[in-house]
């Protein structure tokens, strides 16, 4: 069953990283910047903490709870009262500066008699004196009782005790300030690489081929250095052999001779591919046959240094046979037949019998006969070209689409009925991927499960 899945590629985000690592690093030097002023602007900030216990009085009451058990009920509301306004008001008061509820943190662990609590401030005496204060404040409140007798802010006799000194440390200092404005360039960084990946999810990877596709990437085709000018149908040069020699070691007879070659839109590289397949083929001495079907941009009559006119469509029109349309090439072992003269509906010609006719003499008389066809997303020509061809090879230019294409072309041609035996990845470079080619013992045990 095939894999048809477009999960995340952390390949091809480390792709996008590497590609923008300028913008990457702008993102991060800029972080790192802002951390920096915001150290100067805001300076140091220190925090003073003590820890305190809380003892309860049990009193003349029964004796059915032991201290330590009576005294857990009151440390909770010892921390809640350590930030009442009344306490603030009287710290504040008692240090005559202004003290905040916010910068107050107080920590209790669970069955435990003690608070950990902690003031922070800009200022390192104010942050000690702030804390004193309301430490002082609570104390004294707590012992504060009514007319009747009774403590006022508590249900019980509680005691605040203080356990040690105040001990006063910087929290914010410039390295710590520039380090977390560092991990968040950092995390902006790949934030912005997911960015640019969902929203221009050109595929950048043989893994995310293979997991679109569900098939095994046969090779990986390095980019030129140089590309075809729009009018310029020079052949570039591509050493396929390891192509050819896939193809040849997976041929069974005439059942493993007819190849339609596919791409999911233009400008991918089907036609070079196509061109550059059969010259391997004619170079260990099979006899190949090119036919073009993409009538829409026909191109590898070009590469093959042949005239357009004279062909598919005289054959369809029985001006011409067989034989008068096959044109041999300058390409050892390497013959074409091209698509002629242009038609208004070329569908028409690849739904007739003339057509199976056509393959049906070419599987007789070549060892290889390999199909240029049109794009799967232009037109619908593979739909009749799929069911002559033993398998297709799908040609996957490198962040030409994006993996949507991909699928919705695989699903396409899996509805036509074509067994697609694999992929070529085109226009990629050595450092996005580890391997040119899969060895043919994969795919001798990928046919056997057939």
Not at 143 to 150: L, P, S
Request: aromatic share 10%.
């Amino acid at each position: 069953m095939d894999k048809e899945k477009s999960g995340i590629s952390f390949g091809d985000v480390l792709y996008i990283l590497r590609k923008y690592w300028l913008v990457m690093l702008a993102i991060i030097v800029a972080s790192l910047a802002a951390g920096w002023a915001f150290f100067s602007i805001a300076g140091s900030d220190y925090s003073a903490s003590v820890t305190l216990k809380v003892v309860a009085d049990i009193g003349d009451k029964e004796k059915q709870y032991n201290e330590v058990v009576y005294t857990k009920y009151f440390v909770d509301d010892v921390a809640i009262f350590l930030k009442q306004g009344i306490v603030m008001d009287k710290a504040e008061e008692e240090a005559g500066i202004r003290i905040s509820a916010s910068a107050i943190k107080v920590a209790s662990k669970e069955n435990s008699l003690y608070l950990s609590v902690s003031y922070r401030a800009s200022d390192k005496e104010d942050a000690k004196l702030a804390l004193e204060s309301i430490i002082k404040s609570a104390k004294s409140l707590s012992r504060v009782t009514g007319e009747d007798g009774k403590y006022k802010y508590f249900s019980g006799d509680v005691t605040i005790n203080e356990v040690g000194t105040p001990v006063v440390s910087r929290v914010r200092t410039l390295s710590k300030c520039v380090m977390i404005a560092g991990l968040c360039g950092l995390v902006l960084s790949v934030a912005v690489a997911l960015i640019l990946y969902f929203a221009n999810d050109r595929i950048a990877s043989v893994e995310r081929v293979e997991a679109i596709t569900g098939k095994k990437n046969i090779m990986c085709i390095n980019a030129n250095g140089k590309k075809n000018r729009k009018n310029d149908k020079t052949l570039l040069p591509m050493n396929l052999e390891k192509l050819a020699d896939t193809l040849v070691f997976l041929k069974e007879g005439d059942n493993d001779k007819v190849y339609q070659i596919q791409s999911s839109i233009s400008e991918e590289g089907k036609s070079t591919v196509t061109a550059n397949l059969s010259i391997s083929l004619g170079r260990i001495g099979k006899k190949v046959l090119v036919i073009e079907c993409d009538f829409r941009k026909p191109h590898v009559h070009s590469y093959l240094g042949l005239d357009r006119h004279v062909g598919m469509t005289d054959y369809f029109k029985d001006e011409k046979t067989f034989d008068e349309v096959v044109k041999p090439t300058a390409f050892e072992n390497v013959s074409a037949i091209t698509c002629g003269s242009t038609m208004d509906n070329p569908t028409l010609l690849f739904m007739s019998h003339k057509f199976e006719t056509l393959v049906a003499e070419a599987r007789e008389k070549y060892d290889f006969v390999i199909l240029d066809c049109a794009p799967v997303g232009r037109v619908s020509d593979y739909i009749s070209v799929s069911r002559v061809a033993d398998s297709a090879i799908l040609v996957v230019g490198c962040e030409k689409i994006s993996s949507q294409t991909l699928k919705n072309a695989v699903a396409e041609l899996k509805e036509a009925g074509a067994s697609v035996l694999g992929t070529v990845f085109n226009f990629t470079s050595r450092s996005r991927h580890g391997y040119g080619y899969y060895y043919y013992s994969d795919y001798g045990e990928e046919k056997k499960d057939k």
